[in-house]
C-alpha cells in the first residue's frame, strides 16, 4: 500500500484534538484519590473461603458479580500477577491498555476500574494498602530449564489457562499487585520496595460474573534474589452494597460509561 503523506496542518489539528480530549479527560478526573487502606488488614467479613498460594504457584477461580476478592502478601517478594475474563463469553478479557488510555493513567490503585475489550467494567479496586501495582511490564517471563523452585509467571499462567479451558491466545496483559514498577526522569523502570511492607493488601471487587487467574512468583524488576517467594493468602468475601457515591463508579466519565453499558449487557 503506497504512503500518502500527511500535511503539517493536518498532523498540528490532530494533535489539537488529542489534547483538547486529554485535558477534558484530566479534569473530569478526581483531584486526588482515596488514602491508602490501612495496616493491618482488618479482619475479612462475610468470608465464603480463603487459600494459601504458595511462592512459585498459580491459582484460579471464580467470582460472582459483586462479591470481594482479598489478595495479601505475606512478606516482600510476593506479587499477584492477574488476569480476568468474564464468565459466560471468556472471549471478553481485562485489557489494560485501554484501561489505563480511559483513565489517563498507569498508576491503577484504589479507586480505579479494570475494564474488558468491550468497554464494560470487569472489577473495580475497592481496598488497596500501598497502590504498588504494576500495569506496565508483565511477569517474569519463561526460563530453561524449567524447574519447580524457578517457575516463572509465564509457565504458570499457561497452565492456569489449561485448566480453565482456554490457551495462550487467551491471555491477556496481567496486572501485577504488590509490584512498586515506578519509572525514573530518564524513562526507566526502577523497583521502589519503600512503597511495600510484605502484609500489604488489595480487595478487587467483581462488576461481571468472573474467572480468573493469578501468579504468585517473584517480579522480574525485584531486585531480591533466589527460589523463595513468600505466598499469597487469597480470600474470596460475599458481596456488599455498593453506595451512591462509589468512587470507583463515578471517578471518571469514562468509568461512569463502563458501568451504563455493564448494564446493557
Known amino acids: 500500500m503506497q504512503h500518502t503523506p500527511r500535511k503539517p496542518e493536518t498532523i498540528a489539528a490532530d494533535r489539537a484534538r488529542y489534547e483538547d480530549h486529554q485535558r477534558r479527560g484530566l479534569e473530569a478526573a478526581p483531584s486526588a484519590m482515596p488514602q491508602p487502606s490501612p495496616l493491618p488488614a482488618p ?154 511492607s510484605g502484609q500489604d493488601w488489595v480487595e478487587l471487587r467483581a462488576e461481571e460474573d468472573m474467572i480468573y487467574a493469578l501468579s504468585n512468583t517473584r517480579h522480574p524488576l525485584d531486585p531480591t534474589t533466589g527460589p523463595d517467594v513468600p505466598a499469597l493468602t487469597v480470600t474470596r468475601m460475599t458481596a456488599r452494597a455498593v453506595q451512591q457515591d462509589d468512587l470507583c463508579r463515578n471517578a471518571t466519565a469514562e468509568a461512569i460509561r463502563g458501568f451504563e453499558n455493564n448494564a446493557r449487557a
Open 43 to 196: 479482619a475479612p467479613e462475610g468470608v465464603i473461603w480463603d487459600e494459601t498460594v504458595p511462592g512459585g504457584w498459580y491459582y484460579t477461580a471464580r467470582l460472582q458479580k459483586g462479591e470481594i476478592l482479598r489478595l495479601q502478601a505475606n512478606g516482600l517478594g510476593a506479587s499477584a500477577s492477574f488476569a480476568a475474563w468474564r464468565e459466560g463469553d471468556v472471549t471478553e478479557r481485562q485489557n489494560l491498555p485501554d484501561t489505563c488510555k480511559l483513565q489517563w493513567t498507569t498508576d491503577l490503585k484504589k479507586g480505579r476500574v479494570v475494564f474488558s475489550d468491550m468497554g464494560r467494567v470487569l472489577y473495580s479496586i475497592v481496598e488497596d494498602s500501598a497502590g504498588a501495582n504494576d500495569a506496565l511490564s508483565g511477569g517474569m517471563p519463561a526460563r530453561a530449564p524449567f524447574t519447580p523452585a524457578f517457575r516463572s509467571t509465564r509457565e504458570n499462567m499457561i497452565l492456569a489457562l489449561a485448566k480453565l479451558g482456554l490457551g495462550k491466545r487467551d491471555l491477556p496483559a496481567l496486572l501485577t499487585f504488590f509490584a512498586p514498577v515506578r519509572v525514573d526522569d530518564r524513562g526507566q523502570f526502577f523497583w521502589n520496595e519503600s512503597l511495600l
